[in-house]
């Protein structure tokens, strides 16, 4: 079994940088692939960012990309969303998750919400004109 206890998020303008952290625990944390969702009100749940169980492997959402950053300390068992110059296009609340399967046949699986075994309880993140 896995949890996930998100922390970070906020109110912030246009612009500045927020991080999100999740902490994982259970022994099969390290063995999962974790990725970052959002999702705004009235509409679905949406791939932000992933890392592989090595840290070593990183996929974005074209939205985001080259403004956000993912990490993963498997040391500390945290993934780390570090996410600059943002827009108010992304207020959402931003969840973590985790897969359980460490090999997916396609990167696309993963982007998928329905792939995650685990999630955090979500993060509020506004942003501001």
């Known amino acids: 079994q896995v949890q996930l206890v998100q922390s970070g998020g906020g109110s912030v303008q246009a612009g500045d940088s927020l991080k999100l952290s999740c902490l994982g625990s259970?022994?099969?944390?390290?063995?999962?692939?974790v990725g970052w969702f959002r999702q705004a009100p009235g509409q679905e749940r949406l791939f932000v960012a992933g890392v592989d169980r090595s840290g070593g492997n990183v996929y974005y959402a074209d939205s985001v990309k080259g403004r956000f950053g993912i990490s993963r300390d498997k040391a500390k068992n945290t993934v780390e969303l570090q996410m600059n110059s943002l827009k108010p296009e992304d207020t959402a609340i931003y969840y973590c998750a985790a897969d359980r399967q460490a090999t997916r046949p396609t990167i696309r699986d993963r982007r998928k919400a329905s792939t995650y075994d685990y999630w955090g309880p979500g993060s509020q993140v506004t942003v501001s004109p």
């Open positions: 259970g022994s099969s944390f390290s063995s999962t692939f």
